[in-house]
């Protein structure tokens, strides 16, 4: 089974080598490019003030973050999250460069390109001279962005996991594409397992219709599989 971990940040400005530090990060687990549920999700201190033009983008003021703990506190869960499968974002060099930013401040090292897979390059090789960031791809494959009203970073993630499916061929929704029961949500699988073989009454007028109609027939399928119309009607 293939994981992947599709994640996004929120900073306060645009440039981590002139100080901009991260003060959201969200990421979510992916198994099959299809979310798992297993979510990641954690304000932080970024140790400075957050600009009121960076507030009027993502919606975080410097109170939103008050109390909350610094980078070097969340790393380890984060790297456990990540662990060393393919990371995935859109406009993934700003994130990569704002993570390595933070990773080396702590002493870390910074994250592996290779495992970066970034859909704006994806949307561009796709939609080439059109728009393509996350709101006008949304809109292109008619996914809801009524609740983005700032670029929350825990929802931004939500919408980017369906755009990611979308730009990797698209699948349909709620359609179960493979039989191995850990794919399976909880709910999905007690439904698979609950599923119990019963048998079909056939009534006596019912039999002897199937009967009528299957002798009317020139050289019936039922005669080939068994040479009797009844007992195959019976089934």
């Not at 100080?19 to 798992?36: F, K, M, Q, S």
Request: net charge negative; with cysteine; glycine share 6%.
């Amino acid at each position: 089974m293939s994981r992947a971990v599709l994640f996004d940040t929120e900073t306060t400005g645009l440039d981590p080598l002139l100080g901009d530090r991260v003060i959201e990060i969200a990421a979510i687990e992916l198994h099959n490019d299809l979310p798992t549920g297993a979510v990641f999700h954690q304000l932080i201190d970024p140790e400075r003030d957050i600009p009121a033009d960076a507030s009027r983008i993502h919606g975080l003021s410097n109170a939103d973050v008050v109390g909350k703990p610094k980078f070097g506190a969340i790393v380890d869960d984060l790297l456990a999250f990540f662990r060393t499968d393919p990371l995935i974002a859109h406009n993934a060099a700003f994130d990569f460069g704002f993570l390595d930013a933070e990773l080396m401040r702590v002493g870390r090292p910074g994250l592996d390109r290779a495992r970066m897979i970034d859909t704006l390059v994806l949307a561009k090789a796709r939609f080439p001279g059109m728009p393509n960031n996350l709101d006008a791809l949304c809109r292109r494959f008619d996914i809801d962005l009524s609740a983005r009203t700032t670029h929350n970073a825990l929802l931004d993630c939500k919408l980017l996991a369906e755009v990611y499916v979308e730009l990797t061929g698209g699948r349909q929704r709620g359609l179960l594409l493979e039989t191995d029961s850990a794919s399976l949500s909880l709910v999905q699988y007690a439904a698979v397992e609950n599923r119990r073989a019963r048998a079909v009454v056939v009534s006596d007028a019912e039999r002897a219709a199937h009967e009528a109609f299957v002798a009317s027939l020139p050289d019936p399928v039922w005669h080939k599989v068994d040479g009797s119309a009844g007992s195959s009607g019976a089934r």
